[in-house]
């Protein structure tokens, strides 16, 4: 078991491709196709270059690549070459085939030999194989898209695969072997099969894969009429039926010729839809005992070679494309006919057995299975596909050719190996188009939801924006009434600094009452004193005045008796005289001093009850004093409170301050999610309004 990176025969042009899956629909290998992007690859070591994804993509997406360039460009550089010619040529140019030996010879080809010669060779090396080696079953290889298709897929059909070259092999050796005159040179095949290049690349033979259809695109780009150049016969001999060998039964026709009867035993089939299936089932029954075919007339394509790849016919009617090959048949079939009596082809084969040599054609195989790397998926792997794909029970599991591989599993498969995707089933579509009209109604309840919240919103932008306006001026607010505030708390702690002051000047306002009421009781009881001592001194002036009055008298008594003695009185009548004028003087001074103590004492009586008034009232102010102090103390209390908490307050203010900063700018960020809000719900109105639309 081995791999190989295989020549990319096939080019996709990604412009045109439209991802319609018609190519992994038409491809028989199905996986060498990859769909998991948005256009189709092609994974080329795993593709058996049968070209049929060109004959079904209808986008022209996908074209053949071959050596026509690279020939073109030799040729015209002096490289020595010469062509080998495969008989669809004859179908390919209707009646002008040999033109196009005459073309080729006017740009430089040396010569060119037919491959329908090479086919008779061909037939002879399977007759002398299945009649040495007697195998169970051969099978045919004239296509390399059916070789490769073994080699990478069921190597376990290589051993049956006939040993032999392909009648372009087998031209190329004859010209190697018999046609030393061309030794060195280069050979250019006219081919109408894209997967010749891989025969080529595995054997060494054949330098140039030229397709006809490339050659016919070059003739019309340069304006190249085929017919104005004359025919060219090809060299060596003639073929006789092995030139029907690009038909369908062309191998089975002239192996007929051969051995009479064989065609009993030989099983034709063609067509990409047909041979590939039953390779599958032949290599399931190689371990049974049921009798195969001897003979297996295979080719890769429905109308055979006439309508492959490289000719872009496979869309014309086989009866066209049929007719010039059965034309040149006959032609070629009358030219050998013997004389009658004669063993029949008795002397064509003899020129045949000059052309063919034992081992000469003889054809190896290469196991290429490693290129498959294909994974397959285990049951719970295959269940766990099916659930990605909506496919929760067998009646899920729809077998439709929607994806291209024609049944749930090979799809899941495709997808196992990331080849594939579930956008390309059709039940996961149906699945998804489903809810999606479960979801249109849900769109529709939510278009007018949304209207409504729109409308809402809009009304909510319109608040947002009020309420912002409003929460700027509340930040003007708030921070002059943190300004105001500030000043309030410093003047109360000024106040209260203040009021600490007068509460001590208060407790010595207390303490001066206290003072001034105990020094008035002290005045009011002098005073009282006073007024008792003065009443003992109106007593004593009463005494006083008494004794004035007597001493008055006592004088008036001495002058008399003065004025009695006479002469000898005159002296003591002076003395009484004196001491009468005493008296008067001390009564009247008695009565002056009555009279003021009276003043004093009237005074001292209305000093004595406004002093008593007065205590009374000290007494008052100093009781409300008091009251005051204590109510000036409570207040100070109370400042000093509130002197304390004015840190408090201002913390508060400047949190305030910060937290409506913060509120100001988160309504600002508000605000502009609002709008975004608003926006976003117009684009989901519109985008849902398209949605429903576009359903």
């Not at 099983?267 to 390779?279: C, F, R, S």
Request: charged share 25%; hydrophobic share 35%.
């Amino acid at each position: 078991m081995g791999n190989a990176a295989l020549t990319p025969v096939i080019h996709i042009d990604e412009e045109k491709c439209i991802n319609c899956y018609a190519c992994i629909t038409g491809c028989p290998v199905k996986y060498c196709m990859d769909g998991s992007g948005t256009k189709l690859q092609i994974n080329h070591n795993l593709c058996i270059g049968c070209g049929h994804c060109i004959a079904v993509c209808t986008h022209k997406a996908r074209s053949l690549i071959d050596d026509t360039p690279r020939f073109l460009k030799d040729l015209k550089q002096g490289e020595k070459m010469i062509a080998v010619v495969a008989p669809a040529i004859a179908s390919f140019f209707p009646g002008a085939f040999l033109n196009l030996n005459g073309w080729l010879k006017s740009i430089g080809v040396e010569a060119a030999f037919d491959v329908s010669f090479g086919a008779e060779l061909t037939v002879i090396s399977y007759l002398d194989y299945i009649n040495s080696k007697n195998p169970r079953t051969v099978i045919a290889q004239p296509c390399p898209a059916i070789v490769s298709f073994i080699q990478i897929y069921y190597p376990k059909l290589l051993p049956f695969l006939a040993p032999a070259d392909s009648p372009m092999l087998h031209t190329i050796r004859m010209v190697h072997e018999y046609y030393p005159q061309y030794k060195g040179y280069k050979v250019a095949v006219i081919s109408p099969c894209i997967a010749k290049r891989r025969e080529f690349d595995e054997t060494g033979l054949g330098d140039y894969n030229v397709t006809m259809l490339a050659l016919r695109q070059h003739c019309e780009t340069q304006h190249i009429d085929i017919t104005s150049f004359p025919e060219v016969e090809y060299i060596g001999p003639h073929a006789e039926r092995a030139v029907g060998f690009s038909s369908p039964g062309g191998l089975m026709d002239t192996a007929e010729r051969f051995v009479p009867g064989i065609r009993r035993k030989t099983n034709k089939i063609e067509g990409v839809h047909a041979i590939y299936p039953y390779l599958e089932e032949m290599s399931g029954l190689l371990d049974t005992d049921v009798e195969l075919s001897l003979l297996v007339d295979c080719l890769n394509c429905e109308k055979g070679c006439n309508g492959g790849p490289g000719t872009g016919h496979n869309e014309k009617p086989s009866v066209v494309l049929e007719n010039p090959i059965r034309k040149r048949r006959a032609k070629l079939e009358a030219y050998h006919r013997p004389t009658k009596g004669e063993w029949v082809y008795t002397k064509y084969h003899k020129v045949l057995d000059k052309f063919w040599k034992k081992d000469l054609y003889n054809r190896d195989y290469r196991d290429l299975s490693g290129n498959n790397t294909l994974k397959y998926p285990n049951e719970n792997e295959l269940n766990e596909i099916y659930r990605s794909l909506k496919k929760m029970s067998a009646a899920d599991l729809y077998n439709c050719t929607a994806c291209g591989y024609g049944n749930c599993k090979t799809m899941a498969t495709a997808i196992h190996n990331k080849l594939n995707k579930p956008e390309n089933c059709a039940h996961y579509t149906l699945a998804l188009l489903k809810e999606e009209m479960a979801v249109e109604e849900l769109n529709r309840q939510l278009m007018a939801h949304i209207g409504v919240a729109s409308g809402l919103i809009e009304k909510i932008n319109t608040m947002v924006h009020e309420f912002n306006a409003s929460i700027g001026l509340q930040a003007v607010a708030v921070e002059e009434s943190s300004k105001k505030t500030e000043r309030m708390v410093g003047s109360l702690k000024a106040t209260s600094d203040i009021s600490r002051k007068e509460r001590e000047s208060i407790q010595e306002l207390i303490g001066n009452a206290a003072h001034s009421q105990e020094s008035m009781r002290v005045t009011i009881q002098s005073v009282q004193g006073i007024s008792q001592s003065v009443d003992g001194i109106a007593s004593a002036i009463q005494i006083i005045s008494g004794i004035a009055a007597n001493t008055n008298l006592l004088s008036m008594n001495a002058a008399i008796e003065a004025a009695h003695a006479g002469d000898a009185g005159k002296g003591f009548a002076v003395v009484a005289d004196e001491i009468r004028r005493l008296s008067e003087s001390t009564r009247e001074n008695s009565r002056n001093i009555s009279r003021t103590l009276k003043s004093i004492i009237d005074g001292i009586a209305i000093t004595s009850k406004q002093s008593g008034d007065t205590d009374s009232r000290i007494t008052e102010m100093s009781k409300e004093i008091n009251g005051f102090a204590q109510t000036i103390t409570h207040l100070i209390n109370t400042f000093n409170e509130l002197s304390a908490e004015s840190s408090e307050i201002t913390s508060s203010l400047d949190s305030l301050k910060e937290q409506s900063s913060k509120v100001k700018n988160g309504y600002a960020e508000m605000l502009t999610l609002t709008d975004k809000l608003l926006d976003t719900m117009i684009d989901l109105t519109s985008l849902t309004k398209a949605k429903t639309a576009a359903h």
